[in-house]
């Protein structure tokens, strides 16, 4: 998009600066603005199957919660996975992988949309993308930002939850999404690859473990990955001990009271020791005269975060494993990214933005 | 005067509020919420007057600070109803577009239709050979002869003459025409009067296209009204000098500014995104 230069039809960006922060992640994506909008919209894309299907829903596009709705009568897709679009390596599918991207596509600019941006303003806006996102990835939600906002850049995650918070000196951050848990360490500095880790220990990973379980625990129960994720958004804990979690699941077509407290526990605990080993990485890798200030400074966010209890159990873990640890969660885990993502943008001199327009 | 501005504020402020459930704000993550109560917004706007006074080195006696106060108050309460009321004209002037739209479609549809059906029955006029005689005309001819006929025969002798045959075809020949000519006289009347009918249905189609044509300029001189939502800023903003971090801010900002310059490098050396067209998963 250019700044037009006025004269019929055309409009001139002279009222006004947007700023759009967003955070695109595996499971949600969230923006916040500074024309005071904040939204957050599931990361999942559809269209329509057919004519038929066409014709009922009335659209060609439909994202959130509405694609979960009408799944069934759509080309259904999650076009994150592990904190990049799918295939996206090049392995797999290369068909699949274009309409991956192409859904991606379309849910960043969809995002965007749903800042309801005045014609006449400027858009700048930055990204929260995956730091181990490729440069395909990039490009794709580069390419698909600009065709709405005047200019954009890209962050990594964690920083830009570190830059919301004003957290940019000796502090862990651990983002936990869908996808994947990012580890990143801070130190005043634009985080290089060695203060960065990436595991796959996240919202997903529970999400698995717990349909596991749960079927060990129920074997002729129906259960779906839809039901567990909304399961874990209810119960998710890792305390040692939880009120009761009765599930009905349908055995036979007749719904059957299970208890899933321990198996919610027990998935929801398999997060713990991955962060643990991450953390223990970046602060031994890092000046032994400031290593205590990194242990008493672990901030988690990401929608992971929301876990009941995960900030004392990994607390526990750490004076366990490394003597001392203080843990703090973030106080908006679905909108800590696109919160430091505004910041950022807000932040960045007029002339950057100019200069990547 | 205060408390009555408070009210209208609180109302205001309801008015433009979002009612979220506690449910909905748990479910995405929220655990506590900021609130701005009335006495943060009226600190905030005095705060606001204290500092736009003092960048312009204007001291005033408390009383006159007051009522700079007080009217700034009443132009924030002017301000939200204003919002307001553009957004409703906006929505409006939107809703009457799409109408208008569909409106105009239709009714150039109609026009058209309405002109070549004038146009057939201008150059088509009704003759004698288009003139079908009905079933009740027939009828009516039939008895009308049968009348003439035995008014015709009434004194006549048995067996007849041949004048008399000549005078029954003569009297059955004019009746026929008669009864053609009234035929034809009948469907002239209907099409002048489909005629007629057609110049009133398009002139009255070419007035409304007219006042359409007039709505669709208002609305293109109303266009500067913009559905979207205003930015809180009107110009480029930037990192703040009083900032805690500024220095630490200003060189992290660098950073990621060449890091997205680099990044737009090796896109610009990368070959195409697998990705295509927006049609194409559909």
């Known amino acids: 998009m250019t700044q037009e230069a006025g004269g019929d039809g055309e409009v001139r960006k002279d009222h006004g600066v947007l700023y759009i922060g967003m955070d695109l992640g595996t499971s949600r994506t969230s923006i916040a603005c500074s024309n005071g909008v904040r939204e957050t919209v599931a990361s999942v894309v559809g269209y329509p199957k057919d004519v038929v299907a066409r014709k009922l829903l009335k659209k060609d596009l439909l994202v959130g919660q509405e694609a979960f709705d009408n799944r069934p009568a759509l080309d259904f897709y999650r076009p994150l996975a592990h904190g990049v679009i799918k295939g996206s390596d090049g392995k797999g599918d290369p068909a699949d992988a274009k309409r991956n991207l192409q859904a991606a596509r379309d849910l960043v600019r969809t995002a965007i949309g749903l800042a309801k941006p005045r014609k006449d303003e400027l858009i700048y806006c930055v990204i929260g993308a995956p730091a181990q996102a490729s440069i395909h990835n990039q490009r794709a939600i580069i390419e698909a930002a600009r065709e709405i906002v005047d200019s954009v850049m890209l962050c990594s995650e964690p920083f830009s939850v570190a830059y919301g918070l004003d957290r940019l000196t000796d502090v862990l951050v651990v983002d936990i999404g869908a996808g994947t848990t990012d580890l990143c360490r801070m130190r005043g500095t634009m985080p290089a690859a060695e203060d960065q880790l990436t595991n796959t220990f996240a919202g997903d990973h529970i999400d698995q473990t717990l349909l596991e379980l749960t079927k060990a625990k129920c074997p002729e129960g129906q259960v779906t990955p839809n039901m567990v994720r909304q399961w874990k958004e209810r119960w998710a804990s890792v305390r040692d001990t939880l009120e009761p979690i009765r599930v009905q699941i349908p055995v036979r077509g007749a719904p059957t009271e299970v208890d899933i407290t321990d198996a919610m526990r027990t998935a929801c605990r398999t997060l713990v020791g991955p962060i643990v080993d991450g953390l223990q990485e970046l602060i031994s890798t890092f000046d032994p005269e400031f290593q205590d200030r990194l242990k008493n400074n672990v901030l988690i966010g990401g929608g992971g975060s929301q876990i009941d209890g995960l900030g004392d159990v990994v607390e526990r873990e750490m004076r366990r494993r490394l003597g001392t640890g203080r843990v703090t969660t973030v106080e908006e885990p679905i909108y800590a990214g696109a919160n430091g993502a505004l910041k950022i943008a807000h932040d960045m001199p007029a002339e950057y933005w100019e200069r990547v327009r | ?282």
């Open chain 2, 1 to 282: 005067m205060i408390l009555g501005l408070a009210n209208s504020l609180f109302r205001l402020f309801r008015e433009h509020s979002d009612v979220v459930s506690v449910d909905k704000l748990k479910k995405d993550g929220v655990r506590s919420v900021t609130v701005l109560d009335w006495s943060r917004i009226d600190q905030l706007i005095a705060k606001a007057v204290d500092d736009a006074l003092k960048k312009r080195g204007v001291e005033l006696p408390p009383d006159a600070l007051a009522s700079v106060n007080q009217q700034a108050r009443e132009a924030f309460a002017r301000l939200l109803e204003q919002r307001d009321q553009w957004r409703d004209s906006a929505q409006t002037l939107e809703q009457q577009k799409s109408e208008l739209e569909a409106n105009l479609h239709r009714l150039v549809a109609e026009l058209d239709t309405a002109r070549s059906q004038l146009t057939r029955e201008k150059t088509h006029r009704v003759t004698a050979a288009d003139v079908a005689v009905s079933r009740a005309q027939m009828d009516s001819f039939a008895v009308r002869l049968k009348d003439g006929l035995v008014d015709l025969f009434k004194d006549a002798p048995a067996g007849g003459s041949p004048e008399l045959a000549r005078a029954a075809a003569e009297l059955a020949e004019r009746l026929l025409a008669d009864e053609k000519a009234r035929a034809l006289t009948a469907a002239k009347q209907d099409q002048d009067a489909r005629i007629d009918l057609l110049e009133r249905r398009i002139a009255k189609l070419n007035g409304m296209l007219e006042s359409s044509d007039r709505l669709v300029e208002r609305l293109k001189s109303a266009k500067s009204i913009d559905p979207g939502i205003e930015s809180e800023f009107r110009e480029v903003q930037g990192l703040s000098a009083a900032d805690t971090n500024a220095g630490a801010k200003r060189g992290l900002l660098e950073q990621i500014f060449k890091l997205n310059v680099e990044l737009r490098e090796a896109i610009g050396k990368d070959s195409p995104p697998a990705g295509g067209s927006a049609a194409e998963p559909r």
